[in-house]
């Protein structure tokens, strides 16, 4: 059931055994075992895995959607429009939290609606952010958190950010510009998790390794820019393992999560082609115009030296390569 903009939020509670749960959570909090974590979305993919990371760890969480999917078993789950500051207030009511994960920020807009209704609210604030922050970067070395300051980014909002198809071809600036507005006036300690192109998972909805191995059974060409450049990844549960870790960190700023390592679409499109019987890439090359998913004109790997000097240990891409395409493609015998 979904809530429209406009009409109030509600809280999602069921009868006796849900409050029977309730005040047995609540007085584990009490006692301190728990920590009061709220995550903003986290329906799908590493999101869902992060909500059981907490979970299994004994913390009291909350999540909050419009109610387009319930949170699993142990959760309780709050519904509301995060674009309307009513909406989210009246779900809130009093509730505070020691970490606020949102992962469903994509614009300023959004940006400025949370930090009003969360300063007060939470000791730790952890956006989910984006490696498309560097998408005007064009480097032979790997991008640094500090090549793109959130400092020194503008914020317009007045841009249609309410326009899915601006908001589809901005996604990279929407997430700059949210950056900005929790770095311009810091209503909470904040960190900004700058997220790899994630791969793996048979729950992966983004049908980039798909669109491979459709052009590979057809013997279709895959279009690639003609200098091609390779890219960071991170396999979707390592993600989710650094999420939780960041929960329960106490540093701030922007940090990059990403895999060692890069990948080339060759690379990526080898492991796909391992799905297809007698398989291979073909690929086209062009000057301009749109090409194949994770196929880039610019280089711009992360650097995840930050991560790991805090103490984060990240696998490498090209090891878990062929798992994640055996996941999301189906494991060939």
Not at 313 to 319: D, H, I, L, Q, V
């Amino acid at each position: 059931m979904e809530m429209t903009r406009g009409v109030k939020a509600r809280e999602v509670a069921a009868g006796e055994p849900e409050a029977r749960e309730e005040e047995a959570r609540e007085t584990e909090a009490r006692e301190g075992k728990a920590r009061e974590v709220l995550v903003i979305g986290g329906n799908r993919y590493f999101g869902k895995r992060l909500i059981a990371r907490l979970l299994a760890a004994g913390d009291r969480v909350t999540v909050l959607n419009r109610g387009s999917s319930a949170p699993p078993p142990g959760a309780l789950h709050l519904i509301a429009d995060r674009d309307d500051e009513d909406a989210l207030n009246s779900a809130l009511g009093s509730r505070a939290f020691d970490v606020v994960v949102d992962q469903v920020c994509y614009t300023p807009r959004q940006a400025v609606i949370a930090r009003r209704v969360f300063a007060g609210r939470t000791g730790r604030y952890v956006l989910t952010s984006t490696v498309e922050v560097y998408e005007y970067e064009d480097s032979v070395a790997f991008v640094r958190e500090r090549d793109v300051d959130p400092l020194g980014v503008q914020v317009d909002l007045e841009l249609p950010w309410h326009d899915p198809e601006f908001l589809d071809s901005h996604y990279g600036e929407g997430k700059r510009q949210a950056e900005a507005v929790f770095a311009a006036e810091p209503a909470f300690p904040h960190v900004a998790v700058r997220v790899a192109h994630v791969l793996g998972g048979a729950d992966d909805f983004t049908g980039r390794l798909e669109h491979y191995a459709s052009r590979i059974r057809a013997g279709e060409p895959i279009t690639v820019p003609t200098v091609n450049r390779p890219a960071t990844y991170i396999h979707v549960e390592e993600i989710a393992d650094f999420l939780f870790w960041t929960v329960g960190q106490d540093f701030t700023g922007p940090v990059n999560a990403a895999s060692h390592g890069t990948l080339t679409t060759r690379e990526l499109c080898e492991a796909v082609a391992a799905h297809v019987p007698a398989g291979r890439a073909v690929f086209h090359e062009v000057e301009v115009g749109e090409v194949s998913p994770l196929s880039f004109r610019r280089f711009y790997g992360m650097d995840n030296t930050r991560a790991t000097r805090l103490g984060f240990t990240f696998g490498n891409a090209r090891r878990w390569l062929r798992r994640a395409a055996d996941e999301t493609l189906g494991k060939v015998n």
